[in-house]
T-cell receptor, first 111, second 114 residues
Framework: SQQGEEDPQALSIQEGENATMNCSYK?????LQWYRQNSGRGLVHLIL?????REKHSGRLRVTLDTSKKSSSLLITASRAADTASYFC???????????FGSGTQLTVLP | NAGVTQTPKFQVLKTGQSMTLQCAQD?????MYWYRQDPGMGLRLIYY???????DKGEVPNGYNVSRLNKREFSLRLESAAPSQTSVYFC?????????????FGEGSRLTVL
């Protein structure tokens, strides 16, 4: 079963706009990670946020975590065509010793 | 620096045939993983290995076996392939205890079972 679920399933925006994706999960976590997958490629790690952190930045990426609502959001600012990809959240629930992935958000950035 | 290398990249099997997917990492990572990715379902963990000589079942282990040959290599074997095993398989590795850190992924192996 999947711990994290992304919303929306698909998102299409114009280049230069901001893109926001959300992830909801069911049980308490130690950390939450975001990954990007370009079409036909492997996943690439973007950012990790721990359960005691509320916000984290990396370049044009901003991740927030609300443990009371069991949700996280990934914001990509000033999006580029090269940001077109699927984005997955993954949760670490600690005792399971497994990183559990959601089903992803397909982002399309139109030039 | 190659990172995580998977072979083969593509494979077509008939039902009942066997095959082994190979994975090697050159980052001196302790933990290695096999995931499968099906449309609309994200990635599901098949097996993982926290260190050389140890393996553990993940969420969907049925129909698969694994071998942690050494610290670098972690193979996934399908003994009798079934159409339900048609998927994209990803190997990954990590420096940290399973479930806790960043994963480094290979490019995937696309398997079709007829």
């Amino acid at each position: 079963s999947q711990q994290g679920e992304e919303d929306p399933q698909a998102l299409s925006i114009q280049e230069g706009e901001n893109a926001t994706m959300n992830c909801s999960y069911k049980t308490s976590i130690n950390n939450l990670q975001w990954y990007r997958q370009n079409s036909g490629r492997g996943l690439v790690h973007l950012i990790l946020i721990r359960s005691n952190e509320r916000e984290k930045h990396s370049g044009r990426l901003r991740v927030t975590l609300d443990t009371s609502k069991k949700s996280s959001s990934l914001l990509i600012t000033a999006s580029r065509a090269a940001d077109t990809a699927s984005y997955f959240c993954a949760t670490d629930a600690g005792s399971a010793r497994q990183l559990t992935f959601g089903s992803g958000t397909q982002l399309t950035v139109l030039p | 620096n190659a990172g995580v290398t998977q072979t083969p990249k593509f494979q077509v099997l008939k039902t009942g045939q066997s095959m082994t997917l190979q994975c090697a990492q050159d980052m001196n990572h302790n933990s290695m993983y096999w995931y499968r990715q099906d449309p609309g379902m994200g990635l599901r963990l098949i097996y993982y290995s926290a260190s050389e000589g140890t393996t553990d079942k993940g969420e969907v282990p049925n129909g698969y076996n694994v071998s942690r040959l050494n610290k670098r290599e972690f193979s996934l074997r399908l003994e009798s392939a079934a159409p339900s095993q048609t998927s994209v398989y990803f190997c990954a590795s990590s420096t940290q205890v399973p479930g806790t850190g960043e994963l480094f992924f290979g490019e995937g192996s696309r398997l079709t079972v007829l």
